[in-house]
């Protein structure tokens, strides 16, 4: 996989993991803040007519209520669609106001046992003096009591609840809104990454890439723009080996040269001393290139001289004798052949392996006349 492909899949897991543990921090943000502020709307609500509350509580306490809490209770009712039940208490439970006026009076216990309350809220009110709520219904509902305070002592008690469908609405808005919100980020921190990318490793490391490529025996050199970055590092590195390995080429090519001058030499005297007077010796590579002649060959040619250069391909005994002496190393092979208008006795030999150098000695011997 290729270092664009590693970045994509990384980046993107990074994102979404980043994306998920965001969401739910703001899922949990958004919940507490929608649902905190319709928890204080209704104890804002209920504070504010407080003292209408507390005054006729005063007046008539553990009584039903009067016709101003009445008319205060169906407004809040008639007023907030969020408000689907309203139960108005007196500070032992008793019931104070309901819209069904058959309860009105009815004991908490009596009430509880007859219609049941949504949750134990009440007592949880009465009980700690402050406002409490309760989520039911698998969270479509708060189930709130809100005590009415005279003197810091608990007069009565507001049970509403209320539902959170419109808290929910705007708790999947806000989703929506940080969700768009998270992809467009996404997508702009990911191009200026991604362009970051292409432009100061993907491309530069295409060039080094290509510059490598171009690299070759007969050029050891790397085509490359020196950069002040890693990248031009590694050029620097590269370049480094490379005149490196230019030294070592020359130092083999100059032992070569060398060992094939002593080479020369010695097959000079060895040849001198077993090749009878008047004959003709050749010294053969792997390559079928003559290494060693004891006579002067006026030949015109750069490099190397091949074998055929001197026999050519009509010369059929040579050619054959030399592939049989190739077949059978170590074992010396005879044939005829014309050389100049001149008879001649070929023996070949192709000498052991050396170290990977394979040799053939190849002598022409002129027939005597008889």
Same mark, same amino acid.
């Given at each position: ?6 970045w994509?899949?990384?980046?993107? /897991? ?25 928890q #204080?709307?209704m ?13 006729s ?8 209520a009067?016709? &101003? ?7 809040? +009712?008639?007023?907030?669609? &969020? ?12 019931? !104070? ?7 009105i ?10 219609v ?17 709520a309760?989520?039911f219904d698998?969270g ?31 708790? !999947? ?6 969700a ?8 702009l ?19 080094? +890439? ?5 690299v070759?025996? #007969? ?12 990248i031009?590092?590694?050029? #620097? ?6 005149? &490196? ?14 060992? /094939?001058?002593?080479? @020369? +030499? ?5 040849l001198?001393?077993?090749?009878p007077?008047?004959? &003709? ?16 060959m ?16 009509? @010369?059929?005994n ?6 049989e ?5 170590? +074992?010396?092979? !005879?044939? #005829? ?7 001649c006795?070929?023996?070949?030999? @192709? ?8 040799r ?11």
């Amino acid at each position: 996989m290729k270092l664009t492909s590693k970045w994509t899949l990384w980046f993107v /897991l990074v994102s979404l993991y980043a994306a998920i543990i965001g969401g739910l921090f703001y899922y949990n943000l958004f919940k507490f803040v929608f649902d905190k502020k319709l928890q #204080n709307e209704m104890v804002e609500m209920v504070r504010f007519r407080a003292p209408l509350l507390v005054s006729s509580l005063s007046a008539r306490p553990r009584s039903d209520a009067t016709f &101003r809490e009445a008319e205060v209770m169906k407004a809040w +009712k008639r007023n907030d669609d &969020r408000i689907k039940n309203l139960v108005y208490l007196n500070d032992d439970g008793s019931i !104070r106001w309901h819209e069904n006026t058959q309860f009105i009076k009815m004991s908490y216990s009596d009430y509880n046992n007859e219609v049941v309350f949504d949750t134990p809220v009440v007592p949880m009110a009465i009980r700690d003096r402050i406002p409490k709520a309760v989520m039911f219904d698998d969270g479509n509902y708060y189930d709130m009591a809100i005590p009415v305070l005279a003197k810091d002592t608990v007069a009565g008690v507001v049970n509403i609840t209320v539902s959170r469908q419109e808290a929910k609405s705007l708790i !999947r808005q806000s989703m929506v809104r940080y969700a768009v919100g998270a992809i467009i980020m996404i997508l702009l921190i990911g191009g200026v990454l991604y362009l970051f990318l292409l432009l100061k490793i993907i491309r530069p490391l295409e060039g080094l +890439k290509d510059g490598v490529d171009a690299v070759s025996l #007969n050029r050891l050199e790397l085509p490359y723009t020196p950069r002040p970055d890693e990248i031009g590092d590694v050029a #620097n590195s590269i370049t480094a080996l490379l005149g &490196r390995i230019k030294e070592d080429v020359k130092g083999l090519e100059n032992v070569e040269i060398m060992s /094939l001058e002593k080479e @020369q +030499k010695w097959w000079k005297t060895i040849l001198a001393v077993t090749v009878p007077h008047g004959a &003709r010796a050749l010294v053969i590579d792997e390559n079928n290139n003559i290494l060693y002649t004891n006579f002067e060959m006026n030949i015109k040619k750069q490099g190397s001289v091949h074998l055929l250069d001197i026999f050519d391909g009509r @010369q059929q005994n040579i050619i054959q004798v030399v592939g049989e002496a190739m077949e059978n190393p170590t +074992k010396v092979l !005879r044939g #005829n052949v014309v050389n100049k208008n001149v008879k001649c006795t070929v023996k070949a030999v @192709q000498l052991p392996d050396d170290a990977g150098k394979n040799r053939m000695i190849l002598v022409l011997e002129p027939e005597k006349s008889l």
